[in-house]
C-alpha cells in the first residue's frame, strides 16, 4: 500500500472550487512535485494535507491511517512556507525546539536534536542570533530545521525558495533535495518554477485549474507532454498542426504536434543523417536570444515561426537576423497532443 494516498479530494471557497475529484498516491520517501500556473489549486491541496484546511469531500491516508478529520498537530506534518514564519523575538535555537517543546521533550533531549539538526542545515554559529539579523537564505534553514526536527511523517514545502535570489535559491534546493534524500522523508514541495520542479523530484503532479493533467517524472512529462497546456507550460515547445507539418517534415499524424527545439538541428553539409531525421526544412533567422550556453532562434519556416535551441559555440559564429538555413527535424520525437 503507498505511504499517502488522496482519493476523491474536493475543495470550494464558497462558489469558487478550487479543486475536486483530485486522487494520486505517494510511496514512502518520494520527493513530490506540485507544480502548476497560480490558482491552479496546487496551496490549498498542500494545506488540506497539512490540516491547514479541510476538503470538502474525500479521503486522506498516511500510512494507512484515515487522517481526513485530524487536527493538524496530530498529523505527523513539517511544513516549510514562503513567508518562513518565524518567530522573531526568539533565536535561532529556540525557534527550531519550539515544536519539541510543545511536545514535553525534556531540554536535554530537546538541545541534542537541535544540535544535530543544526549541523544538518549547516548553521553551526547561528544559534543564538536572532531571525532579522540573518540572511534570506538562512531563515529559510531555520524554518526548514524546525520542521525536519520533529521527525514528520511528511515534509510539506510551500513554495519556500521563491523569495529568494538566484544563486541562493539554486544552492538551497540541492540542499534540500539532499536532506531529503539523507533522511528518507516523504516530501511534498509546492511551486510554480519548471527549472525547481524538473531538478528536484522524483516525480511531478502537474496542474491545471484544479485537476492533475499529467503525473510523472520529469523527464517523461517533458518529453512525452500529455496536452497543449503541458507542452506550453514545461518549456518553449513549437506547437504545430499536423496538416501543416506532415508534408513537410513527412508524417502521417493528427491535431496538433509538439517539437522541441532541441530536436531542430541546422543542417550541415555533407553530413549523413538517418531515416529518423526529416529532409531539409527552409528556413529564416527572425531573431535570437543568447541564454548562457544556448543560443535560441526563432525562425520563418513552411510550418510557421518556430523556435530552435542550438548550443553556444563561441568559437563558431552566430546566424545573423536574416539569415537563410536549413533544418532538419528529429521525427521520432515529434509528439501527438490530446488537446
Known amino acids: 500500500m503507498s505511504y499517502v494516498i488522496a482519493q476523491n479530494l474536493a475543495k470550494s471557497f464558497g462558489s469558487n472550487q478550487v479543486f475536486s475529484q483530485i486522487n494520486f498516491s505517494i510511496e514512502k520517501g518520494e520527493f513530490i512535485t506540485l507544480l502548476g500556473p497560480s490558482g491552479c489549486g496546487k496551496s490549498t491541496l498542500l494545506r488540506c494535507i497539512a490540516g491547514l484546511e479541510r476538503p470538502d469531500d474525500g479521503d486522506l491516508f498516511v500510512n494507512g491511517a484515515n487522517i481526513t478529520s485530524k487536527p493538524a498537530q496530530q498529523r505527523g506534518v513539517g511544513m516549510v512556507f514562503q513567508s518562513y514564519a518565524l ?19 525534556d531540554e536535554k533531549k530537546r538541545k541534542q536534536e537541535v544540535a544535530a539538526v543544526i549541523e544538518l542545515v549547516e548553521l553551526q554559529g547561528k544559534e543564538n542570533q536572532y531571525p532579522q539579523a540573518l540572511s534570506g537564505g538562512q531563515r529559510q534553514r531555520v524554518a526548514l530545521a524546525r520542521a525536519l526536527v520533529v521527525r514528520p511523517q511528511i515534509l510539506l514545502l510551500d513554495e519556500p525558495l521563491s523569495a529568494l535570489d538566484a544563486r541562493i535559491r539554486k544552492h538551497l534546493r540541492q540542499q534540500i ?39 510523472d517524472t520529469a523527464e517523461n512529462i517533458y518529453t512525452r507532454p500529455a496536452s497543449e497546456f503541458v507542452a506550453r507550460f514545461m518549456g518553449h515547445y513549437n506547437l504545430v498542426e499536423a496538416v501543416k507539418a506532415n508534408p513537410v517534415l513527412g508524417l502521417d499524424l493528427q491535431g496538433t504536434l509538439a517539437i522541441r527545439p532541441e530536436s531542430i538541428y541546422v543542417r ?10 526529416s529532409r531539409p526544412v527552409e528556413a529564416t533567422v527572425l531573431e535570437y536570444q543568447v541564454l548562457g550556453n544556448i543560443v535560441r532562434y526563432s525562425v520563418d519556416t513552411a510550418m510557421g515561426e518556430m523556435t530552435v535551441d542550438l548550443l553556444n559555440r563561441s568559437s563558431e559564429r552566430m546566424l545573423e537576423r536574416g539569415a537563410k538555413v536549413e ?13
Open 87 to 105: 518567530f522573531p523575538n526568539m533565536t535561532v535555537e529556540n525557534n527550531i525546539a519550539f515544536g519539541l517543546k510543545m511536545q514535553g521533550m
Open 177 to 215: 533535495r539532499q536532506i531529503q534524500r539523507e533522511l528518507g522523508v516523504t516530501t511534498l514541495f509546492v511551486t510554480h518554477d519548471q527549472d525547481e520542479a524538473m531538478s528536484m523530484s522524483d516525480r511531478i503532479f502537474l496542474m491545471d485549474k484544479g485537476q492533475i493533467v499529467q503525473s
Open 268 to 277: 550541415e553539409a555533407g553530413r549523413s543523417y538517418g531515416e529518423h531525421v
Open 327 to 339: 533544418l532538419v527535424v528529429n521525427r521520432g520525437e515529434v509528439r501527438e497532443l490530446d488537446g
